[in-house]
C-alpha cells in the first residue's frame, strides 16, 4: 500500500483540519464530536440540512456543505457510520427554528445512527431516505443503496431550503427527487481501506465488477472486462429500465468517477451515455461529470439520471457555493 500517511489512526483527523483550514472562508470544523458546517450561521427560519456518513466518499458530503446545500455534515471513520452524538451536536449548531431535515444514505449503520439522533432531538425533525442504486432489486431485504444520487438531493433540496420551504415540503420534495433518481456503478480495480493495507476484494486484470456501491465491497457480479461502449450500454439499460424515460423528457446526466479513474474516461463514458438517451429521444439538459461520491482509490464510475421538471431545473441551477460545487456566486 502506497499512501500519504503519517498515521492510520490520525489520518481522518489530520484531513479534515486541512479541508476546513483549505476553506475556512465557508466552513469550519467543530471537534468532539466531530462536525463540519458552515461558517455563517443559519439564517432564521431556514430549515437546516444535515447529511453524513462514513470518510472515503469525498468530496460527498463535507464538501457540499455551504450555501445552497448542506449546513452541516458529519464524517464518520473510512466506510463507517457516523454516531448519533455527531447527529446530535450537528443539529444542535444549526438549527435555527424550522426544524432540521436528515439526509441519510439507505446503509444500515447509517440509517440507524441517524435514527438515534432523529429520537433525541427536541425539536421539529425528518429524514429523506436515499436509495438510488438500481443494481439491487426493490425487494432487496435491506433495499436499495444510496449512492451518487446523494448528491443530486441534497443540492435540490438545499437550493429549496434557502428559498424559504418548510420542513414538511422539503421531505415531500426529497422523497419525489428520489424516486425519479436512478443509479449504477461499475469497478474496474478494488479500493484499498488505509486500515486494511491492502485491496478489499481482488480483481484480474481481464475482469471488472458490475454493480457496485461505494464502499469497496463486491457488486452483483464479477464479469469479463468488456468495451467501454459495452459497460455503458449495461449501465445505462437498467437505469433506463428503472426510469422510463419517455421521448422528449428532460434529464440531468451524471457521471461520478470512484476516486481512481481519470477524467479523459469519464468524459468517454459521458459522451457514450449521451448517445444512449440521445437516440431515444430523451433530452440531456443537465450534466455533471467528476468525483463527487468516490469510494477512495476505487477505478471505476457510476451513471446516475434524474428525470427533471421546471420545479426540479430550476431547483438544480440555483445559486451554490461549496467546497466541491459552485456557480451562481
Given at each position: ?56 466518499h469525498e468530496p460527498l458530503h463535507a464538501g457540499f456543505v455551504g450555501f445552497g446545500m448542506l449546513d ?80 443530486i438531493i441534497e443540492k435540490m433540496l438545499g437550493a429549496a431550503a434557502e428559498a424559504g420551504q418548510d ?75 428503472e426510469l422510463s424515460p419517455a421521448s422528449g423528457q428532460s434529464i440531468l446526466l451524471h457521471i461520478n ?73
Open positions: 500500500m502506497k499512501k500519504f500517511i503519517n498515521n492510520v489512526d490520525s489520518l481522518l483527523d489530520d484531513s479534515l483540519h486541512g479541508f476546513a483550514k483549505a476553506h475556512a472562508d465557508i466552513l469550519q470544523l467543530d471537534t468532539q464530536p466531530t462536525v463540519v458546517r458552515r461558517k455563517q450561521i443559519t439564517k432564521p427560519g431556514k430549515v437546516a440540512l444535515i447529511s453524513g456518513g462514513g470518510s472515503g452541516a455534515a458529519c464524517p464518520g471513520q473510512i466506510f463507517t457510520s457516523p454516531t448519533p452524538d455527531q447527529m446530535l451536536a450537528a443539529a444542535q449548531a444549526v438549527e435555527s427554528g424550522a426544524g432540521v431535515l436528515f439526509i441519510v444514505k439507505n446503509y444500515a449503520g447509517d440509517v440507524m445512527n441517524f435514527e438515534i439522533a432523529a429520537e433525541m432531538l427536541d425539536c421539529a425533525n425528518a429524514s429523506v431516505l436515499v436509495s438510488d442504486d438500481v443494481s439491487l432489486p426493490k425487494d432487496h431485504s435491506t433495499g436499495r443503496r444510496g449512492v451518487a444520487g446523494t448528491l420542513l414538511a415540503t422539503l421531505k415531500t420534495l426529497g422523497d419525489k427527487i428520489n424516486a425519479v433518481t436512478a443509479s449504477m456503478g461499475v469497478a474496474l480495480t478494488s479500493c484499498t481501506v488505509p486500515a486494511l493495507g491492502h485491496p478489499t476484494f481482488q480483481l484480474s486484470e481481464t475482469e471488472m465488477e458490475m454493480g457496485v456501491g461505494i464502499h469497496g465491497e463486491h457488486g452483483r457480479a464479477t464479469l469479463p472486462l468488456a468495451s467501454a461502449s459495452d459497460i455503458v450500454k449495461q449501465l445505462a439499460t437498467a437505469i433506463n429500465t468517477g470512484f476516486g481512481g479513474t481519470p477524467l479523459v474516461e469519464l468524459y468517454l463514458i459521458y459522451q457514450l451515455a449521451a448517445q444512449f438517451w440521445e437516440q431515444k429521444g430523451v433530452v440531456i439538459s443537465r450534466s455533471l461529470v467528476g468525483n463527487f461520491t468516490t469510494s477512495l482509490d476505487m477505478a471505476g464510475c457510476s451513471i446516475t439520471v434524474t428525470l427533471l421538471d421546471d420545479q426540479l431545473t430550476a431547483l438544480w441551477d440555483a445559486p451554490v457555493h461549496t467546497a466541491a460545487l459552485r456557480w451562481g456566486c
